[in-house]
């Protein structure tokens, strides 16, 4: 939804522009109205509107003055000015300080409608722009801090990731938690994902709050506390205490956690993981439940979805911003086998499928699951099932 101002010493045109655009067409749910530039600023601040439509003309701070002070403010609303004819001096000002766009008066309704729309569209674009570039971020940080806490990733690399990311990992010493969270049974996938990267922004401002360190999600329902100081014992379980009110009070769910040990180098990281690792395995009964990360789990759902459209992993990391070496690395420690056995075996399945239940020929059913060469595919076949498909469809 979107927010507009309009600004105009008269109020009669401030009414014209309102009543001349169907707003809800275009998504806007609230009209701010201001008589001048300095209302308009003190409205700004407490309203962020996303489009400003402002005269040039006006008593105390002009149009002018207005596009200016928020400027300076850094302060970047669409901005769409109002002029006369003998205001065009003032326009080319206006243009230098990147208004979006201007309306000559008197104001045509039909180019008002189609100025509000491609303001519209523009903040419609950004928002999504901005909402990938965050998605883009938050995955590269999971992935930064995963292969830290299992040591996959030089010194080197860890710096310049971390100052890409904007991140400070103080120097001291280091200790892991893993908090496994508990989820009800009726809960679904997606509905989870969001509880758990709910539950790892709360327990990261709290970290954060008391300068303990930080958290990120890690796969389908654990979360990862990384402390970067030394607190003793005591000062830690009391803390995962609050953390655990905090998570029970807000989210409404249940945490178990294993505390691995301290270590003084941000290389031994990983051995304080294993150990909170195996602190919580030991009290789910030494079984622990078969998890992926995130990043794994996004790509067996990708697999599932489009294998019969040949994906490679090099245009998959590229998609996931990871590198595909790493990608197909840690694929295979989760999932116990290679991208490409993984691909494969969708397709056999998927084909041995079609070999029981339709009339297909060999060659259709290999062109389906995506081989262009039949023999190929009964050879894949052949490796996955032991039995050529036609022995499978005519066993005698």
């Not at 707003?23 to 600023?41: C, P, R, S, T």
């Not at 400027?71 to 065009?88: K, M, Q, T, W």
């Not at 995130?294 to 489009?306: A, F, P, T």
């Not at 494969?344 to 079609?354: C, I």
Request: hydrophobic share 35%; charged share 30%.
């Amino acid at each position: 939804m979107y927010r507009v101002m309009i600004v105009d010493d008269e109020p009669l045109v401030r009414q014209g522009i309102i009543r001349s655009v169907n707003w809800d067409n275009h998504g806007v749910e609230q009209i701010e109205e201001a008589n001048d530039g300095l209302q308009a600023l003190e409205k700004y601040r407490k309203t962020k509107v996303d489009i400003l439509i402002t005269d040039i003309k006006m008593p105390r701070m002009n149009g002018l003055e207005l596009i200016r002070a928020l400027r300076e403010e850094n302060a970047h609303p669409i901005i769409i000015v109002l002029s006369g004819y003998s205001d065009f001096e003032y326009l080319q000002e206006a243009i230098r300080m990147e208004v979006t766009d201007y309306l000559l008066k008197p104001l045509d309704p039909e180019e008002l409608h189609e100025v509000i729309g491609t303001a519209v569209s523009r903040i419609r674009m950004k928002r999504r722009g901005d909402a990938l570039a965050r998605a883009g971020k938050n995955l590269l940080r999971e992935n930064t801090f995963l292969r830290l806490i299992e040591g996959n990733i030089g010194n080197n690399e860890l710096k310049e990731k971390l100052k890409n990311l904007n991140i400070r990992i103080n120097k001291g010493t280091y200790r892991v938690s893993v908090f496994q969270i508990l989820s009800q049974d009726e809960t679904d996938k997606k509905e989870l994902a969001l509880m758990i990267y709910a539950a790892a922004n709360v327990c990261d401002e709290l970290m954060r709050e008391r300068q303990y360190g930080l958290s990120f999600p890690f796969m389908e329902n654990y979360v990862i506390l990384l402390y970067d100081r030394h607190q003793t014992l005591a000062q830690i379980r009391s803390f995962e205490e609050e953390v655990r009110g905090t998570l029970a009070q807000i989210l409404k769910v249940k945490v178990k956690s294993g505390m691995g040990v301290e270590v003084e180098e941000l290389e031994e990281v990983a051995c304080s993981f294993q150990e909170a690792k195996k602190s919580l395995e030991e009290q789910n009964g030494g079984t622990p439940d078969k998890v992926y990360s995130k990043l794994v789990g996004d790509l067996l759902q990708y697999l599932k979805e489009h294998y019969r459209d040949n994906p490679s992993l090099k245009e998959i990391a590229a998609a996931f911003y990871v590198n595909p070496s790493y990608l197909g690395y840690i694929f295979k420690k989760e999932y116990g086998e290679s991208f490409i056995d993984c691909v494969n075996r969708h397709k056999v399945e998927y084909a041995k499928e079609q070999l029981l239940t339709t009339n297909l020929k060999i060659y259709e059913i290999a062109e389906k699951v995506g081989f262009t060469d039949t023999r190929y595919f009964v050879k894949i076949f052949k490796k996955y099932m032991g039995v050529n498909p036609s022995k499978l469809r005519s066993p005698e």
